[in-house]
């Protein structure tokens, strides 16, 4: 997998901030209205309607009853979304020089032509909800271009980058590409960025010959960093403020340097039955198996909430578990009972921290590591909250964790 150039790397993660909360469920519902319909539908009953639905009181009789031609629907159809409000009008962006604007289909809110080049394209979709997860999505594309799939550590390894304030998924991909509609051909690459919001997934990709790539790659990041939202106020977005016309730019090529940041805020989230508040700066790792929350903190450290039926084994167990992960002997019963207990979803949690030689499920071994485990045993489940990374990370974290914890609650 090719590796963006250093320019474009972020080396933290930007996480999903204030303003982007609202943006978050503005999105959902834009990603309901983009769902794909399967092409074939296999009809197991039949009936018959006693009753034709009114509809439209302008509709005419061959209208109601599904009589039109193909020319008469297009037209119908091109009439009803003039008069509806589009949801590619809340997007705001600076269109890169040489670019133009193509018209807009079904999943691409934002549709462009790099270098007006026929063979190039760069479009923005939404998708409500999970979208497929990352994992499936970085590998569908890969697939495109003939690679085999990754593995999720690879996948959470792939740098960041600023989309919409928050964090974004880089893939770089070069080869033969074979695309959904028939594009592609050798000696083609990809540009995509994939954010996972708490309520939707926003997928940024350009497609195009390498050549035609490697002249419009800053021009791709240039557009993705000034992608924005009408509607969030200034100071919520580095881009607020701009009132150009929807599907319309400045035509800059020029990024502006950086403004420092002003120190982020907590978020308050509700996913898969909790209510939390995290650090802006942390980011949604999307989903992964077991995991009913999940965190990446930073690109070697993340944060995840396992919930298990029952018992899961035992508390002793559990933290000579976590003790064999890191390298470390096991602890007596009297040892465990004597570790310290934190606030975690309103009762008292045993908390370990363990400094060492870090092996997780994949098998490799990572130094100087440190793991800040919770462990909450009731009658019905079990709850575990682990954090893991390198040691100075974790250290840095560490506060935040324990706040994390207090925060988690319960909700229907």
Known sequence: MKQPSAAHTLPRPLGWGTGILWTSLLLAAIGTSCQRIPDEVEIEERRVA???PPGDINMSSRERFGRLTEE???ERMRLQQEQQPSAADMF???LPEGWTVQPRTEMRLINLRPADDPNAACAVTVIGGEGGGLVNNVNRWRGQFGYAPASDEEILSLPLIKLLAGNATLVDLEGDFSGMAGEGGKDWAMLGAIAQTPSAVIFVKMTAPKAVMEQER???FAFVASLTLDGL???EDDHAGHNHAPGEGHG???VEEPQPEAAPEDVTFTANGFQFTVPSTWSDGGPASMRSLNFRVSAETECYLVVLPGQAGGLVPNINRWQGQMGLEPLSEEEVEALPRAPFLGEEAYLLQADGDYVGMDGVPHTDMTMLAMLLMRD???LFLKMTGPEQEVAAQREAF???ASTLEEVQ
Do not use: I, K, M, T
């Open 252 to 254: 800059q090529d020029v």
């Open 92 to 94: 705001d962006y600076d």
């Open 72 to 74: 008469e629907r297009a």
């Open 218 to 220: 800053d021009h791709f």
């Open 380 to 382: 019905e489940d079990s």
């Open 402 to 404: 324990l706040n994390f």
């Open 233 to 235: 106020g200034p100071g």
């Open 50 to 52: 006693s009753v034709v």
